[in-house]
């Protein structure tokens, strides 16, 4: 498709009336002051249509009103709309919205004020009843406005969508004989079709196009795949005093409150991973805490419900924990508690998506129900926010079985501590602790050429244990080839060359015997270049830094068990990863 042509006189101005050939045929006449009459790209965040990136297609948010490039410019990005800071919703639609002009919108989402982000992505299943997702794979509405955008693309050789350039201009002024009254409202894939087919004989005259889809069910599968990779990723649950988020450390404000804070991963299928810390009041003047992880293993369904999201305590038996989690992430993923916060008369919902129609209902809301810390029956306000996408394209990369082995700081002389630490891995943004604390609370620092490491062994003694990871970019654990494999975590963007991965090995409360290092949060980027695939550091790859663990259960069980050693504790709290590949077959 020949490249949209940009006014340069105008590029980010408001100045100019068309912007491109999107629209530059279209003569807005004597304008109103008070109507809107020009195309005004420009702002700060970027919006990308998963599943449907389509050039051409059209989008409003904020005073920006433009359409989708097939190529950066200088100021634009290519494939994503680009929207001011200020924006509450972003409208994609066909036709024209400026004066005088005519349109159809395929959906609107809402735009978060507060828990900000420089790129969101959205689905068309986010954008039709927001600001919730819809579930079903199936749903009509999601579909028909699926498969409108894959019949009018014009290069199905490339993975977007790429609109004919007249497409804006011929439905604004075609709007009557072209648009079907109904637009999307078919339930009957057939009669849908029937009815927008003069839409496509009109844009077929002027450019070759796909046409709809034969089986609807390819058009779901689309929805469905884009739907799984926005779902997928980091996710952090907290509790605050007054609602506000993010919260920025684990705080209980006074002895007869809960503080949870506990990160999560939300795997390809769903599935949840996590840990986290609970406290009430200063354990150390008559409060208490607990680490606490999922009973088994909770789901996020399709719809960004929690389902099954029960949380129980791992080391605290005299204040036990058993409670649930439920509520339904909203907007851009985030779960709200719907509550005044600041001391004010406004919601953190209502503050952060102003532009929302509709607020969460009772069973929306984030909420913990039941035994926390010895207490019963105790409700907890809780919110969540995905702090981690991911790119799953490419995943199949990773595919295959490795081995891997944690590597901890010595804490005394031992024929098991052969090798120093590498000088780079030391220090403030290093991968091990700063220091390990003496029997005196004395920080002795690991210095170089003197700090040792060995094998890290968790609480069942093992050492090395198995990973592998499926073609959808799914990790999984187990403690040899033998054992079963537990879900571990997830490629989280991946090329031909790279993988990133994020592993958090807590797979609830019932897979703890099963999963080797229970606790254990594994982060970096594998070389899919080199033959054994090492893993390391995202921030530091170039410098070939190994990968890191951290883990809060190790230490946490060594203080419950009564060990005081606190240089052990701090070397069993973080360090490097090695990490083998060994082929499609697993060998351990």
Request: proline letters at 5%; charged letters at 20%.
């Amino acid at each position: 498709m020949k490249k949209l042509l940009l006014m340069s006189a105008c590029l980010a101005l408001a100045a100019c009336g068309g912007g491109g050939k999107s629209y530059a045929e279209h003569d807005v006449g004597v304008c109103p002051s008070t109507a809107r009459c020009l195309l005004n790209p420009g702002g700060e965040h970027r919006v990308t249509l998963e599943g449907t990136v389509a050039t051409n297609l059209s989008y409003e948010c904020g005073n920006s009103l433009y359409y989708v490039l097939d190529t950066a410019s200088e100021q634009l990005p290519a494939n994503q709309a680009l929207c001011p800071s200020d924006a509450e919703s972003i409208a994609f639609f066909l036709g024209d919205r400026r004066y005088k002009g005519r349109w159809v919108t395929l959906g609107e989402a809402y735009l978060p004020q507060r828990l900000t982000t420089r790129d969101y992505r959205f689905t068309l299943a986010d954008m039709v009843e927001a600001p919730r997702r819809i579930g079903a794979g199936d749903d009509y509405r999601v579909r028909n406005r699926a498969a409108l955008l894959m019949a009018l693309d014009s290069d199905p050789a490339t993975s977007r969508l790429e609109l004919p350039e007249g497409i804006n201009q011929l439905v604004s002024e075609n709007f009557d004989t072209l648009i079907p009254p109904l637009e999307f409202d078919y339930p009957d894939y057939a009669a849908f079709r029937a009815a927008w087919q003069p839409l496509l004989d009109a844009v077929s005259a002027e450019a070759t196009v796909s046409g709809f889809p034969a089986d609807p069910s390819t058009v779901s599968a689309r929805i469905s795949n884009a739907n799984t990779e926005t779902r997928a990723g980091e996710y952090v649950l907290e509790t605050c005093q007054d609602g506000v988020a993010p919260c920025d450390e684990l705080k209980a404000f006074d002895t007869n409150q809960n503080a949870l804070r506990m990160e999560t991963l939300v795997l390809p299928d769903g599935r949840v991973l996590g840990l986290g810390q609970l406290q009430k009041g200063d354990p150390e003047n008559g409060g208490s805490e607990d680490l606490v992880t999922w009973e088994g293993v909770p789901t996020l369904a399709a719809g960004l419900t929690v389902q099954q999201g029960n949380i129980v305590g791992l080391l605290n038996s005299a204040a036990a924990t058993d409670a649930t989690l439920t509520g339904r992430l909203l907007g851009h993923r985030a779960l709200y508690i719907n509550q005044r916060v600041q001391g004010g008369f406004v919601t953190d919902f209502a503050l952060d998506l102003p532009g929302s129609p509709s607020t969460p209902s009772g069973g929306e809301t984030g909420r913990v129900q039941g035994s926390v810390l010895g207490a019963g029956n105790i409700g907890l306000s809780i919110r969540a926010t995905q702090t981690g996408p991911v790119r799953m394209d490419g995943a199949s990369e990773a595919a295959g079985y490795y081995s891997v082995t944690l590597k901890r700081a010595c804490t005394s002389n031992s024929e098991q501590c052969a090798d120093f630490i590498p000088t780079k891995e030391l220090g403030s943004n290093g991968n091990y602790p700063a220091c390990l604390h003496d029997s005196d609370s004395n920080c002795q620092p690991l210095e170089p050429n003197q700090a040792r490491e060995r094998n890290r062994a968790d609480e069942n003694q093992i050492e090395t244990f198995v990973v592998r990871i499926s073609a959808d970019g799914t990790a999984y654990a187990a403690k040899s080839c033998e054992d079963e494999l537990v879900p571990a975590g997830l490629v989280t963007a991946a090329s031909q060359s790279r993988a990133t991965l994020a592993l958090l090995l807590a797979p609830g409360a019932a897979n703890k015997a099963g999963t080797p290092h229970f606790g254990a949060r594994i982060d970096g980027t594998l070389d899919l270049t080199n033959g054994i695939r090492p893993l390391y550091r995202t921030d530091r790859y170039s410098e070939r830094l190994r990968g890191t663990w951290r883990d809060l259960y190790r230490p946490a069980q060594l203080r419950a068990a009564g060990s005081n050693d606190q240089g052990r504790q701090d070397s069993e709290s973080r360090g490097s990863v090695e990490w083998r590949y060994q082929g499609s077959d697993c060998d351990l």
